[in-house]
């Protein structure tokens, strides 16, 4: 579940920022949060895309001349993005008050490209048995229409019949939902327990999502196409079983 709020929050203002370079990203970060949460204070609603882009205007212009010599490296549309969406992984992963935010707004954010981009002659429907229990690994995830970049290399998730264990930083956290089945191929998870500080800002105890397991790969079936739904927004992933 974890993965799930980390993945979104890093994509809600991936379209909306300029390259920078990982030292500059630090350093814009550390201005643009400050800002962020004193927003937050003065209104709890504010529209999180409309406070994040004033707050970057804001930070760009305080080192207009790093950014500048930064961007210039980068011409090439895709490192632009690339760049910006690490920009916006950083900003969820060390600002509570921003994440907390994209998370409670995202689902109105993302439903421009909210289909499913897999191609479904690829998976059959006909058995989910094989999710009920292992260790899963995410090969790739779509928000909006778009991949997400992984933020978590080591993460991997443990299943069985009633719980759900989202294990992150090499073995360092784990989250623990439980699993309600409302038939083979239908989950809804709870959240029990988190022991990442970083998430403690938006992802409760008692939290809640669904994940619906579109199929299983024809030719390989430890391969599993999902939808994984909270708060209204919606990610696709593949998914390998590796144990």
Request: glycine residues 4%.
């Amino acid at each position: 579940m974890k993965k799930l709020f980390v993945l979104s929050i890093a994509f809600v203002i991936s379209n909306t920022i300029f390259a920078q370079s990982e030292k500059l990203i630090t350093k814009l970060n550390a201005e643009i949060c400050p800002c962020i949460e004193e927003a937050v204070k003065k209104n709890p609603k504010v529209g999180v895309m409309e406070v994040t882009q004033t707050c970057m205007v804001e930070a760009f212009k305080n080192n207009a001349d790093e950014v500048g010599a930064v961007t210039d490296k980068f011409q090439s549309e895709t490192k632009l993005r690339k760049l910006g969406e690490k920009l916006g992984g950083n900003l969820a992963q060390t600002c509570p008050a921003f994440a907390a935010l994209a998370v409670e707004q995202a689902g109105s954010l993302m439903k421009e490209n909210d289909k499913n981009p897999f191609d479904e002659t690829l998976y059959t429907t006909t058995d989910c048995n094989a999710f009920n229990s292992g260790k899963f690994v995410t090969l790739v995830s779509y928000m909006n229409g778009k991949v997400v970049p992984e933020s978590d290399k080591s993460a991997y998730s443990l299943v069985s019949n009633n719980e759900w264990t989202d294990v992150t930083e090499n073995g360092k956290y784990k989250s623990i939902s439980t699993v309600a089945k409302t038939d083979d191929c239908n989950l809804n998870l709870t959240l029990k327990s988190n022991t990442n500080p970083k998430f403690d800002s938006f992802l409760k105890v008692g939290a809640k999502m669904s994940i619906t397991i579109l199929g299983v790969d024809k030719k390989n079936p430890k391969i599993f196409y999902v939808l994984m739904t909270f708060n209204g927004m919606n990610i696709y992933q593949k998914i390998e079983k590796k144990a």
